[in-house]
């Protein structure tokens, strides 16, 4: 009974960050929307103020469970004529990135001497889907929770950051609709990273990384397979545990197919949408919450510099394939 008041606690407080910033981005103009405004503030709330311990598990379940279920919501607005209109060329790009990332961030690991697995956990998160990727790579890398608490942590940080600095800087470039959403989907970390900077920019722009970020979470599987390989090639693993996908993108496959093949009315579509903003902004506000900057520069100044070097690479190689398109 406990534990469960405890979650109530923290997703109570999430919801409340989540929806005043819904309800303010109404009233406040430019790039600063709900998503963008319920991150900033639940990173306000979490290091101004000390959020009790027993918030912390209903934090986590929020920032995990929301997310998974915003993508499913998200989902109605994509099908797979939208994963058709990427092209051949646009998948190549993202697929060339990932397979480039891992091993870069492999071999630089070891070359800088990250701590424990610090290195593998960001790089893989960062190449993949941050935190979800981190989650199924470290069971098979890492038995140190600390590691796994600052990759995450550095991967939530940089992916906000991204999330914030992106969309301002694209605008100012001159380029295509498919070009940011290149950008925005083939580096940032998360799915709420993508959806947040892209919906930021335009509609078009958020459902085209959206896009070209879930054809990278599709890539998990083999991306988990290839990278376990690197990791522990001198040791007999059992591949069959590399080839489980997360529930949410069984669901999100499912619902794409639903959405290819059968004509939803514009209204429910479009109460789709909103219902999955609202909860990704919720979301945000969690992730929010869990960002601590001191806790970052005490423990994980190192594994920030190596988030920060791998996700520049990232995004100057895909800048630079991303001219062949």
Not at 62 to 91: P, V
Not at 120 to 133: D, E, N
Not at 238 to 244: A, G, L, S, V
Not at 255 to 260: A, C, V
Request: some cysteine; overall charge positive; glycine content about 10%.
């Amino acid at each position: 009974m406990k534990q469960l008041q405890a979650e109530y606690r923290g997703i109570i407080l999430s919801t409340i960050i989540g929806s005043v910033s819904y309800a303010a981005s109404a009233f406040i103009p430019g790039a600063l929307n709900s998503i963008l405004m319920a991150l900033l503030a639940g990173m306000l709330v979490g290091n101004m103020i000390k959020v009790p311990e027993n918030f912390q598990s209903g934090i986590s379940f929020t920032s995990g469970k929301l997310l998974e279920l915003s993508i499913l919501f998200l989902a109605f607005s994509i099908n797979y004529t939208h994963i058709a209109q990427i092209g051949a060329l646009s998948f190549s790009i993202i697929a060339i990135m990932i397979v480039a990332m891992l091993l870069f961030t492999y071999y630089l690991s070891i070359k800088v001497k990250c701590p424990g697995s610090t290195g593998w956990l960001v790089g893989f998160g960062t190449a993949i889907c941050g935190s979800s990727a981190i989650a199924a790579l470290s069971p098979s890398v890492t038995k140190n929770k600390e590691d796994v608490g600052i990759a995450m942590a550095v991967v939530n940080l940089l992916g906000s950051i991204g999330m914030i600095v992106m969309p301002i800087l694209l605008v100012k470039m001159d380029l295509s609709t498919t070009q940011m959403g290149l950008l925005l989907g083939g580096t940032l970390h998360s799915v709420g990273n993508v959806a947040g900077s892209g919906y930021t920019i335009s509609n078009e722009v958020g459902e085209a990384a959206i896009t070209i970020k879930l054809a990278r979470v599709a890539m998990l599987s083999p991306a988990l397979i290839f990278f376990n390989y690197l990791v522990n090639k001198d040791n007999a693993k059992n591949w069959k545990e590399h080839f489980r996908l997360p529930w949410y993108l069984w669901s999100f496959i499912g619902i794409t197919i639903l959405t290819s093949f059968i004509h939803f009315p514009e209204t429910f579509l479009g109460m789709m949408d909103t219902a999955g903003k609202i909860i990704l902004t919720i979301a945000m506000a969690a992730i929010g919450l869990k960002v601590s900057f001191k806790k970052l520069y005490q423990s994980g100044r190192k594994g920030i510099l190596f988030g920060l070097i791998v996700f520049i690479v990232e995004v100057l190689l895909v800048g630079g394939l991303m001219m062949f398109v």
